[in-house]
């Protein structure tokens, strides 16, 4: 099973960046997928789930500013980032499993599955 994130980079305050997580050998549709972050000197944290039936969850600090979306055609799970701020910039991370759940978790970590991080960087 393997986990891609994409989609990171830099961006100015305010702007907007979609992350993507691409997922081989594991069907994501029906399962359950998190984005997580971790910045410099701090734990790593959890943005953004969602649940088997496309329930979603997120952590305060991004709510109303980020959303998170599945293709399963495509077996690719998105974070859609709009307004962002200078303390989103972090390392993202996406996990995934095939746990079958109708609400997720934000900052559960226990999954089978993580993808190595994708930079986003926010600055003017």
């Known amino acids: 099973v393997q986990l891609q994130a994409s989609g990171g980079g830099l961006v100015q305050p305010g702007g907007s960046l979609r992350l993507s997580c691409a997922a081989s050998g594991l069907d994501l549709d029906g399962g359950r997928i998190g984005w997580f972050r971790q910045a410099p000197g701090k734990e790593r944290e959890g943005v953004s789930c969602?649940?088997?039936?496309?329930?979603?969850s997120y952590a305060g600090s991004v709510k109303g500013r980020f959303t998170i979306s599945r293709d399963n055609a495509r077996n690719t799970v998105f974070l859609q980032m709009d307004g962002v701020e200078a303390e989103d910039s972090a390392v993202y991370y996406c996990?995934?499993?095939?746990?079958?759940?109708?609400?997720?978790?934000?900052?559960?970590?226990?999954?089978?599955?993580w993808g190595r991080g994708t930079q986003v960087t926010v600055s003017s």
């Open positions: 969602i649940g088997s039936r496309g329930d979603t």
């Open positions: 996990a995934a499993d095939r746990t079958y759940t109708l609400s997720c978790a934000v900052n559960s970590k226990s999954y089978d599955y």
